[in-house]
Each structure stands twice: as structure tokens, then as C-alpha cells.
């Protein structure tokens, strides 16, 4: 498969598991009605930040997979963490879910930095592409946390 097919693969794996969640939980969105803390973005940023997150994501796996550096650890990690993300919103949004979705945040927190760290030993570039990812789900934790704090 040639290097540009690997890319796109990638890259279009994690914005379709990303935009396809958004499309099954546009409905139930109710961030505008939540009581934010200080520091919470408009929600429009979201998913422009999420997109970029999802490319980044794909470019970094690509780096690997072009290089023939994946193997089932780094696929594993991906492809799990990829997951948890994914059905994060729905815990947070769908179900309401808003104290386990912060233990459920968190899980992706750890599997994020493991990530890093499994993508870094293979190549350092796609360890560190994944750097804002692991920013943003920090960022997303303390909204998650003291949104359940604020709306119970």
C-alpha cells in the first residue's frame, strides 16, 4: 500500500469514529444549559479542536505504519484508547453519565500517555504529535470534573 493510502487511512479512521459520534449525540448535547467553570471554551471550539486531534492522531499512526514500526502493543494501545474516546461523549452526553464519565476520562488519560510513550520508543516525531491530544483530554478532565461538581 503506498504511503499516501496509509495516511488517509489513518487519518480517516479516527475523524469518522469522531464525526460519527458527534452525528449520534448532536441531538443530546446540552453543554450551552450546563453550569461551566471558569476557563470552559465556547462550544463551537469543540469540534474544530476535536478534528484537528482526530488528524493529528491519524498522521502520528501513519508515521508508524509507514515506517512498518506498528506491532499488536502499539496497535492495542491505539485502537483502545481510540475507543474509550469515542464513547466518552456518550457516557458524558447521551447518558448523563457525568461522574463516570470522569473515571472513564481519566482511564483515557492514562491509555493517552501510554500512547505517547509506546509511539515515542517507535519514533519520536509520532510520540509527540500526540502531545496536544494529551493536553486537550486534560483540559477535558477538569471540564468533566467540575461540570459534575457545578450541575448536581
Known sequence: ???????LKSILIPVLIGGIV???????IDYNTLIKPLLAPPSILFPI???ILYILMGISYGILKTKSLTDSKINQIYYTQLFINAFWPILFFYLKLRLFSFIWIILLDILIVIMIVQFYQKNKTAGLIQIPYLLWSLFATYLNFAIYLLDN
Open 22 to 28: 458527534g452525528i449520534l449525540i448532536s441531538k443530546v
Open 1 to 7: 500500500m503506498s504511503n499516501f493510502k496509509i495516511y
Open 49 to 51: 479542536v476535536w478534528t
